[in-house]
């Protein structure tokens, strides 16, 4: 598994828990999570600890996930980290935005341990 | 977007929701209950593309089996906090899987962040919501759902 330092930025200490729960239950075991709840907690992380997967929920106060996303993808040193979205705004042309705007996948809430398995297959080349 | 549409998409967005995130089987209940008690309301806000909001009226046993599944933790052991913010997680998973099997995934829609409610006489237009029972393996809950056209 090539993604070993994962930040999980979301609101809900809740779904947090959740997505570092679901990954385990997919098999992938010993990783280094950090968290942060909201886009602005997040940059500050990445300012001092390097990661090779940000899974960020939309929705959060202070800094939301678009606004996260778009400053990560004008920073030089952080445009390249991949990004998943994980929402519970499931919508297709916002998925299609969130791509293009670089966004490696968007996965709908709730969260399974089947869905972050067949994000971690298609991804882990 | 009948009456009868909001009432199906809630019912099969409360059942998948329900399994996928905390393992127990709900089953609609036609006829409201005689004695149906519950002890915190939980609110969100549907913004666009109609205004409304989805309430949920949970029960004491249920509010412990949702967050004793998902946490893996006594109830007595968890933080006022940890519990609220684990049943809103919750009630906005369902908002944002019930505007997605209401309008389909092409369509946009916003919704408020999801809040503890205190007071039932705050919530307007109560009247005109639809009420909608379940049975989740026992403990019985309580939906109301309301969209202005």
Known sequence: ?125 | MTEENIKEAMIKTIESVFSDMVFIDTLHIEKSPENFDYTQILYIDIISPSNGYIIAYLPLDLRKTIVETIHSTDWDEMHASEIDDCLLEILNVIAGNFMTELLGRGAKYNISFPAVNYDEEDIEQLDKSQEIYFSAEGPIFRINVLLNS
């Open chain 1, 1 to 125: 598994m090539k993604y070993k330092r994962i930040l999980i930025t979301d609101d809900s200490a809740t779904s947090r828990m959740i997505i570092k729960r679901c990954i385990e239950m997919a098999g992938f075991f010993d990783l280094e999570y950090f968290e942060a709840e909201d886009g602005l907690q997040g940059l500050t992380i990445l300012d001092s600890e390097k990661v090779d997967l940000i899974i960020t929920d939309l929705k959060m106060p202070k800094m939301g996930g678009k606004t996260f996303i778009r400053k990560l993808k004008s920073s030089e040193d952080k445009k390249d980290i991949p990004i998943v979205v994980v929402s519970s705004l499931d919508n297709e042309i916002l998925e299609a935005r969130l791509k293009r705007e670089g966004v490696l996948a968007v996965i709908g809430k709730p969260l399974s341990p089947a869905k972050v398995f067949d994000f971690m297959e298609e991804t882990d080349d």
